[in-house]
């Protein structure tokens, strides 16, 4: 039987502002990547998602990001390398902080938004952010894009890597995302998601926003939790992903 992790992004409300639908959502993924406080999340946020996902069975990533939360994280920023080398130890070691008061482990780290696509493309960023990782905890999976540069710097650090899909983002023939600023980036019909997902995971292929099929490796499955159908998505894909045959799991799982 195939198997997949299906995860989303969680724990992104600040104070009194609520992003996403993570206890609904929570009902059908088998990982989360928690924001730590820097382009989303604040630290009662983060622990509150802690104990959601251990009560419901799911397993806690770090989802760390630049410090911009007016952007959201999704704005590119220059910075030193020491600068990002603390700042993804940080905010990895305050999430595992709360893992650990919780009793559970702290499975894997996905960098978020421009720091995940900068990184993608970035050899030495890239190496910078595993090192950074492989120093607050050398057992961490590090979760990036299919084929990125962040996979290859994982292996070349000596840490766990897994590779990541995107059911509701469009690819660029290179495997890149498209980015958020052009037409057709984001995917809104459920149908066409789930078609996706299916040939990603049984085919290891994915059409480009060109058209041309691309080769893609899914050991799990991104959704937004910030998308309009998020939890629609999450509902679909999840019934569909089992109706196939492939059993659902989280990431440690998946990847050996």
Do not use: W
Not at 42 to 70: I, N, Q, R, W, Y
Not at 124 to 138: F, L, N, S, T
Not at 142 to 170: I, N, P, Q
Request: hydrophobic residues 45%; charged residues 25%.
């Amino acid at each position: 039987m195939d198997a997949v992790d299906l995860n989303c992004d969680m724990g992104e409300s600040f104070g009194n502002y609520t992003c996403g639908m993570d206890t609904d959502i929570a009902e059908y993924i088998s990982s989360a990547n928690a924001a730590c406080g820097f382009h989303a999340g604040d630290p009662l946020v983060m622990e509150k998602t802690v104990k959601l996902c251990k009560s419901k069975g799911v397993a806690v990533g770090a989802h760390p990001g630049f410090p911009d939360l007016v952007g959201f994280g999704r704005r590119q920023m220059q910075v030193a390398p020491d600068e990002l080398r603390t700042l993804v130890m940080y905010q990895v070691g305050a999430l595992k902080t709360f893992c650990d008061a919780a009793g559970i482990k702290l499975q894997h780290v996905k960098p978020h938004g421009a720091m995940y696509n900068m990184a993608g493309k970035d050899e030495a960023m890239a190496q910078i952010i595993c090192e950074a990782i492989k120093a607050v905890d050398p057992s961490l999976i590090l979760m990036g894009l299919s084929g990125s540069m962040l996979l290859k710097a994982a292996k070349a650090t000596g840490l766990r890597a897994a590779s990541e899909v995107f059911a509701d983002r469009a690819y660029e023939e290179d495997g890149s995302l498209v980015a958020r600023s052009k037409p057709g980036a984001v995917i809104t019909d459920e149908d066409e998601a789930i078609e996706r997902v299916v040939s990603m995971v049984r085919d290891h292929k994915v059409k480009a926003i060109t058209g041309k099929e691309i080769e893609v490796q899914a050991d799990s499955i991104c959704l937004h939790g910030d998308s309009v159908k998020a939890l629609v998505f999450a509902k679909k894909i999840s019934q569909t992903l089992r109706e196939k045959g492939i059993k659902i799991v989280p990431l440690g799982e998946v990847v050996s």
